[in-house]
């Protein structure tokens, strides 16, 4: 079955960095675009970045941009997330999802993690 698990989110002051990882096991990793998706407390969801299969095309949030990086690692079956300058609405719970294809996601997934809290505070 499917499993996607986040790692690394922490405590960090405002203008400190992050890096998220998802580990993915149950289908074929390389093969589907993957997206972190983030939720504050009561907010919705925000779509924060995608990337595509090979890992060549990426996508970002405005809120983001700039200052986050995603990437991949398809031998590791890893997803990563490094967050930068990091601000205090960047606090949330972050997910990463798969997509449902060899592209980017563009707000659609199919599976979840269970999610990694990063507050940013001082």
């Known amino acids: 079955q499917v499993q996607l698990v986040e790692s690394g989110g922490d405590l960090v002051q405002p203008g400190g960095s992050l890096r998220l990882s998802c580990a993915a096991s149950?289908?074929?990793?390389?093969?589907?675009?993957m997206t972190w998706v983030r939720q504050a407390p009561g907010k919705g969801l925000e779509w924060v970045s995608d990337?595509?299969?090979?890992?060549?095309?990426?996508y970002y949030a405005g809120s983001v941009k700039g200052r986050f990086t995603i990437s991949r690692d398809n031998a590791k079956n890893t997803l990563y997330l490094q967050m930068n300058s990091l601000k205090p609405e960047d606090a949330a719970v972050y997910f990463c999802?798969?997509?449902?294809?060899?592209?980017?996601?563009?707000?659609?997934?199919?599976?979840w993690g269970q999610g990694t809290q990063v507050t940013v505070s001082s």
């Open positions: 999802a798969k997509g449902r294809g060899l592209g980017l996601p563009s707000g659609t997934a199919d599976y």
């Open positions: 149950g289908f074929t990793f390389s093969t589907y675009g």
């Open positions: 990337i595509n299969s090979g890992g060549g095309s990426t």
